[in-house]
């Protein structure tokens, strides 16, 4: 059985893929310019027609799209095809009030589920497989979009959507379930539970996750890996791309987008300029075959790296770095920047504590300051209050050494934090409130 699912296109040789990207960007341009006035007069203003694009470096002179022209075209403005040729909607619930709007035909939902099958398929699940989708039905793009690739490939689908974790147990032993999907941190609560429970996972028929749609560290996947005796692979994407199938990690845990539908690039979120491979920036993507909504150089506010690099998966397809974060979600603490993510690492180091971890942000005179609250394991934290005084000394100690900020540590007993059954909250900011 070949190691791909679509093997000419994961494996096409890069000239060609580059011909056929240059075409599809072509095509893209004038389809979008001829059906939707949003794009008409953006090209316009800047002077440009979407034949005037002849080389990948042109596509930089064209306009960078982003959340708040979504909003402004809320719900259809961006659709170019008319309402009854669009079958599905999804949505997300966005962070500025209005949701952002998913319209898809009957050839953007085959699409979407072939990405979604190679993403299933390089996670190694194949038609015996069964497979328990934990990511929340319904508007969000999660759970219908695994749905699908799973239903291509011809597992058995059992669709519990998220929530229930005592249920997710009592059915994963039961079915004997071989394949998990859902966000990193429900990984962990559902781990978490069947420890409580004295289950032990490990023991079970599940051999792989595929977990995405929040940012997660090296360390939480081999974490993940550890505590459910499971290859943990990963899904990115986001709702106005379609969902998860954007890109999808091979045997080598290298994270491939699904170039001849993604177009991908690298900006400086400050000036919008392109960078170069091998930088890291913003990622921007523009949707090479999408009908009913064709977003051109949308700006994901993602940070990111391109690397065209030889994987050893034998895939072509441009591999991207883990996500370290959202650019909305960087704190600037004594005019250091951080990520919530960089928090995490540190965490992670030490055994002594859980995952389970929340940022507060507060305002200090001019500045804002970040503390944070941490879980021990529970048999540490049972340990007295002068260890967990020299714990919490440590972890400060070493946040300051590799963030180079001070940040104050206090260590909560074992589940105060509460658990994550979807996209894990970890900032809670509390400067408005002053
Ligand atoms: O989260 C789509 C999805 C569903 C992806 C299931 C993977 C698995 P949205 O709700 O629109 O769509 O959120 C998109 O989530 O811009 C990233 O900030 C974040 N995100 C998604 N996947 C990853 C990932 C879905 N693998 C936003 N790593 C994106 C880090 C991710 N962040």
């Known amino acids: 059985m070949s ?10 040789p890069i000239e060609e893929r580059q011909a056929d990207q240059l075409k599809s960007l072509q095509e893209i341009l004038k389809w979008v310019y001829e059906r939707i006035p949003f794009y008409r007069n953006a090209f316009d203003e800047k002077g440009l027609k979407p034949e005037d694009l002849k080389s990948f470096a042109d596509l930089t002179n ?6 708040n022209d979504l909003r402004d075209n809320y719900p259809f403005g961006l659709c170019a095809v008319p309402i009854e040729d669009v079958i599905r909607i999804h949505a997300s619930s966005g962070t500025t009030g209005k949701p952002v709007t998913g319209p898809y035909t009957p050839q953007d939902l085959e699409d979407w589920t072939e990405c979604m099958a190679r993403n299933l398929w390089a996670a190694g699940l194949r038609k015996n497989d069964i497979c328990q989708n934990a990511y929340g039905y319904g508007l969000f793009t999660g759970g219908l979009g695994f749905h699908q690739g799973a239903v291509r490939l011809g597992c058995t689908m059992v669709p519990t959507s998220a929530g229930l974790t005592e249920r997710q147990l009592t059915l994963m032993r039961d079915f004997g379930t071989t394949g998990l999907f859902c966000t990193p941190t429900y990984a962990l609560t559902i781990a978490e539970r069947a420890e409580k429970m004295g289950l032990n996972i490990k023991t079970w028929p599940l051999k ?6 929040e940012p997660w560290s090296e360390a939480m996947r081999l974490e993940i890996e550890n505590r459910m005796g499971i290859v ?5 994407g986001l709702t106005e791309m379609g969902g998860p199938g954007v890109a999808f990690t091979c045997s080598e845990h290298r994270l491939h987008i699904n170039e001849d539908h993604f177009f991908p690039e690298i900006i400086d979120p400050e000036t919008g300029n392109p960078l170069p491979e091998g930088k890291q920036g913003e990622l921007v993507f523009t949707a090479l075959r999408r ?3 064709p977003l051109v150089r949308f700006r994901t506010r ?4 391109l690397k065209r690099e030889k994987c050893a998966c034998g895939r072509t397809l441009i591999v991207m770095e883990k996500i370290t974060g959202r650019f909305d979600d960087m704190l600037i603490i004594s005019g250091v920047n951080v990520f919530p993510s960089q928090v995490e690492s540190v965490i992670m180091e030490f055994e002594e504590m859980e995952v389970h971890y929340l940022l507060r942000v507060r305002q200090k005179g001019y500045l804002s300051s970040l503390a944070v609250e941490v879980e021990a394991k529970e048999e540490v934290y049972g ?10 000394e440590k972890l400060y100690k070493r946040i300051q050494q590799v963030i180079g900020i001070h940040v104050p540590v206090t260590i909560v007993p074992y589940n105060t934090i509460a658990r994550s059954e979807g996209k894990a909250q970890r900032v809670i900011d509390e400067r408005e409130k002053k």
């Not at 190691?3 to 096409?12: G, L, P, Q, R, S």
């Not at 792989?208 to 749609?213: I, K």
């Not at 943990?232 to 990115?236: C, D």
């Open 302 to 305: 993602d940070i990111s790296t």
């Open 62 to 67: 064209y306009p960078t799209t982003d959340k």
């Open 291 to 293: 009908q009913a909504m």
């Open 232 to 236: 943990a692979h990963e899904a990115y």
């Open 383 to 392: 340990g007295g209050q002068e260890a967990l005084d020299n714990l919490s």
């Open 3 to 12: 190691e791909y699912w679509d093997e000419k296109n994961e494996t096409m």
């Open 208 to 213: 792989a996750g595929v977990f995405g749609a």
